[in-house]
């Protein structure tokens, strides 16, 4: 499962890129949700919440049906 999410994260990857951030897969729980740490300009950004939740939670989803949400960590 951690190669997929990783694998799905490389395409977020690249959009958080041109604003300067990054993201890391941090740890899947054992209630499947993605735990993930936002690095860079995303770091602190007020609009991380929203790039979470509406960007990423949506594309893992998409690729890995079993992840049940996504969570940021520091």
Not at 4 to 30: H, M, P, S, W, Y
């Amino acid at each position: 499962m951690e190669e997929k999410i990783n694998a799905a994260l490389a395409d977020v990857r690249q959009v958080l890129a041109r604003d300067g951030g990054d993201i890391e897969l941090v740890e899947v729980t054992g209630d499947n949700i993605a735990r993930v740490r936002l690095m860079g300009h995303c770091a602190g950004c007020p609009g991380a919440r929203m790039t979470l939740k509406g960007i990423v939670e949506q594309i893992l989803q998409e690729a890995v049906p079993e992840i049940k949400g996504v969570e940021a960590v520091d």
